[in-house]
């Protein structure tokens, strides 16, 4: 079946590091690709998201790309602050049942 | 509006016991899923409704679960003699049906402990 597979964390950086969460699907057809975050005592809230190949998903510095021939779509940030620190989430949706399948989650940690 | 909101926040039974979620949905979202998600997992897909119908199941929803949406506003998720396997976060999220890949906007979850 359809799933999401995406790096374990805790991720730890420093302030001003480049960060990159690597996200990779399986899909029988062509999914439309969500990052979700999740901050400290707070819902979960869209952070971005992409609906076909090469298309590049943005918001708050942060970036992603749909690579359908690598099945990926791995989060960047050039920057990182403390305030990024939080839990995020790589999903898929089909248009089909239009249902969300997560990845685990990545804690990203960031340290002053 | 404020989002999607649920009621309680937290909640802690005893095993054998039946408990019921709230979700109130964004006021003109006509789509509510509900989710399931244990601790260091992301969350599991459990039913969906548009308006009052509710459209798909998880075979994670077994018989001990039900879901209602009366006239398409507001939901409740209910298990029926809890388990110790049933302690999770549930969440619930809305959205519009408008196009490609649309935002599910989420409530803050309820925390389910069963002892």
């Known amino acids: 079946g359809d799933s999401v597979t995406q790096m374990e964390g805790p991720v730890t950086l420093s302030e001003e590091a480049f960060l990159t969460i690597n996200c990779t699907y399986t899909?029988?057809?062509?999914?439309?690709l969500f990052w979700y975050v999740q901050y400290p005592g707070e819902g979960l809230q869209l952070l971005l998201k992409a609906t076909k190949a090469d298309d590049k998903g943005s918001n708050k510095g942060f970036e992603a790309t749909y690579r359908k021939e690598t099945t990926s779509f791995h989060l960047e940030k050039g920057s990182v602050q403390v305030s990024d620190s939080a839990v995020y989430f790589c999903a898929l949706m089909m248009d089909s049942n239009y249902q969300l399948i997560w990845g685990a989650g990545t804690k990203l940690i960031i340290k002053p | 509006d404020t989002g999607v909101s649920q009621d309680p926040r937290h909640k802690i039974t005893k095993r054998g016991q039946n408990v019921t979620f709230r979700c109130d949905p964004i006021s003109e979202h006509n789509r509510l899923y509900w989710y399931r998600q244990t601790l260091g997992q992301g969350p599991e897909f459990l039913t969906y409704f548009q308006n009052e119908a509710q459209l798909e199941k998880s075979r994670l929803l077994s018989d001990r679960f039900s879901a209602e949406r009366p006239k398409g506003s507001f939901s409740t998720l209910e298990i029926q003699r809890t388990e110790q396997g049933d302690s999770a976060m549930y969440l619930c999220?809305?959205?519009?049906?408008?196009?490609?890949?649309?935002?599910?906007?989420f409530g803050p979850g309820t925390r389910l402990t069963v002892l």
């Open positions: 899909a029988t057809g062509y999914p439309s």
């Open positions: 999220a809305s959205s519009l049906t408008s196009g490609r890949s649309v935002e599910q906007f």
